[in-house]
């Protein structure tokens, strides 16, 4: 073996992680990336490299995800909480991730139906036809408000089956509800609120050494996601002056403080929200602050 080598892992200490294909594959990729593992995708391959020999990647869809942890083909993964309880797999949920960049808030799947239509509630849907890709949660929605309807599976464009007079409803995944009203449907009920998890076999983390990696993934990611938000802000003040400046500041504890060699002057630091410091700025250097220097972070623990 070269100097330069990296030695194999051992097979018993590799944890197989399954990442998302789909709408959040970049967006996890990057929060990985903060987080201090590379994972590379080739257009074809999915079965990603990291650069860490004690995990295993593997793409696969959201909608599928807790069917493969819960089997044990993978140790854990990400998921939603709506397939998660649509599957009905057994699974640990390690923690929540609300991806902020990815998706503002968590989202939502809505009950929508023809905008000029009559129907204004779910009662109004009794015996009538209801389009979805969550079929399970549905059915259990319509039936704990004693509604009968049939509800059909969706392979996708559930929008379009309204519109087309497939459906005379349907029950779908949203953020802001735009596209829904761009189809000339109008949302009239939630079913339910989701966003991503981070899940695990639970046989996995009955193991030491895969508990222990996935508690420090989800330690990073989550430290990824707190800083997606803040900035450090670094400045000089004279010592005369600090306690008034330092008073102006919002931060997560106080401020760190140190005093510039030689001088009356001490160095600031904090850490903020982003969105604060185009309106702390001016005012910060309005009272005395110089060298005005914002960072971005990486992560937040």
Request: hydrophobic share 45%; proline share 5%; aromatic share 6%.
């Amino acid at each position: 073996m070269s100097a330069n080598a990296q030695p194999l892992a051992n097979p018993a200490k590799v944890l197989k992680l399954g990442l998302p294909k789909g709408s959040l594959e970049e967006y996890t990729l990057s929060l990985f990336a903060r987080s201090g593992w590379r994972i590379s995708v080739g257009s074809r391959n999915y079965f990603p490299s990291i650069n860490d020999p004690e995990i295993a990647c593997t793409l696969c869809r959201t909608q599928e995800m807790t069917r493969y942890v819960a089997q044990g083909v993978l140790d854990c993964g990400f998921t939603g909480k709506d397939w998660r309880l649509e599957n009905g797999c057994e699974v640990e949920v390690i923690t929540d991730l609300i991806y902020s960049k990815a998706s503002p808030t968590a989202a939502r799947w809505v009950l929508a139906v023809p905008g000029d239509g009559s129907v204004v509630s779910a009662a109004d849907l009794k015996g009538k036809k209801v389009a979805t890709e969550l079929p399970g949660l549905t059915r259990k929605w319509f039936a704990e408000r004693g509604v009968p309807v049939e509800v059909e599976f969706s392979w996708g464009a559930t929008e379009a089956k309204v519109v087309n007079g497939l459906a005379d409803a349907i029950v779908e995944v949203t953020e802001t509800g735009s596209t829904i009203k761009a189809h000339g449907l109008k949302i009239i009920d939630e079913i339910m609120t989701t966003y991503t998890e981070f899940v695990a076999n639970p046989l996995a983390i009955l193991d030491e050494f895969k508990l222990a990696k996935i508690q420090q993934i989800a330690l990073l990611l989550k430290g990824a996601l707190a800083a997606e938000s803040l900035v450090g802000l670094k400045m000089n003040v004279r010592e005369k002056d600090a306690d008034h400046l330092i008073a102006l500041l919002p931060s997560l504890n106080a401020p760190t403080v140190a005093h510039l060699y030689r001088t009356d002057w001490l160095s600031v630091e904090v850490v903020i929200a982003a969105h604060v410091v185009r309106e702390l700025a001016p005012v910060l250097l309005a009272n005395g602050a110089e060298g005005i220097i914002e960072y971005p972070l990486n992560k937040v623990i």
